[in-house]
């Protein structure tokens, strides 16, 4: 994500998300689950709608028994409008989203692994109808030209509707951890949706980030060297502008939150080595922490701050990075798999680590259970 542009000022990043004018849209049933599909009016997605996300809970068990939750933040990548009031790259992820298309993101990987545990986690899945990286907190979403029902510009909300959803559905339920998984754009949004629930003194038990960080110095390498994902220049003006500005602070990257310990909600921190979404095996040079610059692939540079962060907290660290050798069978390259933790059915190659590594993810999940 490029964030180099001036941010303006909003709400301290400890605010709690607002839980009052959320009502429930419908329940059914389906995947063996109950699902509890909610609108959030107090949150406008960029174009039409609102917010909204759905509560599983699993048919059988009991709805005053104490489970630990499990909140799934989906991909999407992330837009803005241009100066001409069009959606960049498009309305896509700008509009209210349904049951069916957040149900879309109940994957056979991780999460269905999580759910069919023996913890009985529930779940929330949430929606980004900001197409803010989950990191608007009411901020003004500058040339948006919508307005709301009300006729109020349209703001961007996905950190303040995240959290908003994840208090609703925990004091709904009676919960005793609370784990974010994202991937991509989730990824990065879990990282700081994360940070503001510690803030709020509502940390969650574990963050499984998937194939997504920020990465300032990554994204200015990419401009510099001219290479593939580069951002333009109108993006990295625009783009900030719609975060909250406390995450768009070069001060705040995820790799400097870790080092320093501002972030200490245990993290799973795992990509597969060619991720195409970040150019893959491109060589750059990786423009890092320290001011040195290795060669480096352009998919590892992304997410070497991080790495070596969590590294850096040595043997006794709750967190965990897995750098994984992941095919996308569809794609030409080797270890191409973008968000490596959605689908059962792959494998790993990279020596060390197990072929099939969502066991090796699942565990990492067990052991933050059993931190208190």
Same mark, same amino acid.
């Given at each position: 994500? @490029? ?26 049933? #389906?995947?063996? /689950? ?8 107090? /949150?406008?997605?960029? !174009?039409?709608? /609102? ?27 992330? &837009? ?19 049951? #069916?298309?957040?149900? *879309? ?28 990286? /989950? ?15 009300? %006729? ?5 909300? +996905? ?6 959803? @994840? ?15 994202? *991937?991509?754009?989730?990824? #990065? ?16 038990? *574990?963050? @499984?980030?998937?194939? *997504? !960080?920020?990465?300032? %110095? ?42 320093? +310990? ?12 060619? $991720?195409?979404? @970040?150019?893959? &095996? ?8 320290? %001011? ?6 352009? #998919? $590892? ?10 590294? &850096?907290? +040595? ?11 992941? $095919? ?31 066991? !090796? ?9 059993? $931190?208190?």
């Amino acid at each position: 994500m @490029v964030l180099l542009g001036v941010v303006a000022l909003s709400g301290c990043l400890n605010q709690p998300g607002d839980t009052a004018r959320i009502e429930l849209v419908s329940s059914s049933t #389906a995947k063996g /689950y109950r699902l509890d599909y909610y609108r959030n009016r107090a /949150y406008p997605c960029a !174009v039409s709608g /609102y917010q909204t996300f759905v509560v599983l809970t699993k048919l059988g068990t009991d709805p005053a028994a104490t489970r630990p939750m499990w909140v799934k933040m989906h991909g999407g990548g992330i &837009g803005y409008f241009n100066a001409a009031g069009t959606a960049v790259p498009s309305e896509r992820w700008m509009h209210e989203e349904s049951l #069916a298309s957040l149900m *879309g993101s109940f994957d056979t990987g991780l999460m269905a692994s999580v759910l069919g545990g023996a913890e009985e986690f529930r779940a929330v899945i949430v929606s980004m109808c900001s197409h803010d990286l /989950y990191a608007g907190a009411n901020t003004p979403d500058r040339n948006n030209p919508n307005l709301t029902p009300e %006729g109020s510009p349209r703001t961007t909300n +996905g950190l303040l509707a995240t959290k908003a959803a @994840v208090q609703f559905a925990t004091g709904a339920f009676p919960t005793d951890d609370v784990f974010l998984q994202g *991937g991509s754009a989730g990824s #990065a949004g879990a990282i700081h949706v994360a940070w503001s629930m510690q803030l709020q003194g509502i940390a969650p038990a *574990g963050v @499984v980030a998937d194939a *997504g !960080v920020i990465n300032l %110095g990554y994204e200015q390498g990419q401009i510099d060297q001219g290479l593939p994902c580069a951002r333009p220049a109108e993006a990295a003006e625009v783009l900030p502008s719609r975060f909250h500005p406390d995450i768009a602070s070069p001060a705040n990257q995820p790799h400097l939150l870790v080092a320093d +310990g501002r972030l200490t909600v245990p993290m799973l921190h795992t990509w597969s080595q060619q $991720d195409p979404n @970040v150019c893959g &095996g491109t060589m750059m040079a990786c423009p890092l922490p320290d %001011g040195s610059s290795p060669a480096m692939m352009s #998919a $590892d540079c992304a997410h070497e701050p991080l790495r070596a962060a969590i590294d &850096g907290q +040595g043997p006794s660290s709750r967190s965990l990075n897995l750098r994984l050798c992941v $095919d996308d069978p569809a794609k030409p390259a080797p270890c191409d798999k973008h968000v490596v933790a959605n689908n059962a059915a792959l494998r790993n190659t990279e020596p060390g680590i197990p072929a099939e590594y969502l066991p !090796v993810m699942h565990d990492w999940v067990r052991a933050r259970l059993a $931190d208190d």
